[in-house]
């Protein structure tokens, strides 16, 4: 507390203290290099469109360590509903998307990941149980990241070549990780709208980064919690308005538009909508490449390399 303010300020780390090299190496650490958006998309496409769906469900209770059978059923909803809802309506648009997936959750729910993985869409790493990267020791975040790809391959049959990191918590050594396994692409990190090459300690990785925002994310308007003071404010129509505006921008820019939802927040009858009226808009636009954020990855690597 301040004496002279009476207001509460958060605790001064005295980073003002750190040597301009301590500084410096902190920034550059993991940093954005050379654009990877393409000279043009396939078939003379304006704008690439990579919708995801992170279906954390029961995992955003259990990675607390609650028992909550309440909270737990909200999880639960994602499966029973929100899933099928989200399947459908990207059926009837004929639009492939990625599902990031906790592996506790693939393990919960096989059958969900197969319907996914038979519709045309891909599954990619999202944590073991959606624990947060920052919090773990090296080697609890290498053997969960590994056991994890593991894990969905042994229930997709597919080996997945991406991750997104559980709330984009990004460690300080995710980058390692995610290049020992071969991974293609990483989506938690934000320095762009269009891809790039993470640089990491200066030098290019060769793993593209397809960047997420919370603007670009349900969560940050829809998320409720009764114990916290997070209520949702912002009705379908803003949110639509937002994911609009982003599109219209991408689409302009000859760029990317990359989208995060979740299955157990999008998947309600007042929200499916934004996502139905979404596609709705994305489809009466000419030259829109709908694709996995895998798809997009490899055809960003391909382009630069040429
Ligand atoms: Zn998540």
Not at 177 to 182: L, Q, S
Not at 234 to 255: C, I, Q
Request: net charge negative; aromatic share 10%.
């Amino acid at each position: 507390m301040s004496k002279d303010t009476g207001h509460i300020i958060p605790e001064q780390p005295e980073s003002w203290r750190w040597p301009e090299e301590k500084w410096r190496g902190v920034v550059n650490k993991i940093r954005a290099g050379r654009s990877m958006k393409p000279a043009q998309w396939p078939n003379g496409a304006k704008v690439a469109v990579a919708l995801s769906f992170d279906s954390d469900h029961e995992t955003q209770t259990l990675r607390w360590g609650h028992h909550s059978p309440g909270k737990l059923s909200q999880g639960e909803y994602g499966n029973r509903v929100g899933v099928p809802r989200v399947l459908d309506v990207l059926k009837k648009y004929h639009a492939q998307a990625t599902f990031f997936v906790p592996a506790v959750i693939a393990m919960l729910y096989p059958d969900e990941q197969k319907r996914v993985i038979a519709e045309g869409h891909e599954v990619a790493i999202h944590s073991w149980i959606h624990e947060l990267n920052s919090a773990l020791a090296p080697e609890d975040e290498r053997e969960l990241q590994m056991r994890s790809a593991d894990k969905l391959e042994e229930i997709t049959g597919v080996r997945p070549v991406g991750i997104r990191t559980p709330s984009w918590d990004f460690s300080q050594h995710t980058m390692e990780i995610t290049r020992e396994m071969g991974l293609i692409y990483d989506s938690s990190l934000m320095a762009d709208d269009d891809p790039y090459e993470i640089l990491e300690n200066g030098q290019p990785t060769g793993v593209v980064e397809l960047p997420v925002e919370w603007i670009r994310d349900d969560a940050p308007y829809w998320a409720m919690d009764r114990f916290s003071g997070l209520r949702p404010y912002t009705p379908p129509s803003g949110v639509l308005e937002v994911f609009k505006r982003e599109f219209d921008g991408a689409y302009a820019d000859n760029g990317l538009f990359l989208l995060t939802m979740h299955p157990h927040f999008i998947g309600h009858r007042s929200r499916i909508q934004v996502l139905e009226e979404l596609l709705q808009h994305i489809s009466s636009h000419p030259d829109v490449w709908l694709a996995t954020h895998a798809d997009i990855a490899r055809y960003c690597h391909e382009q630069a390399s040429q």
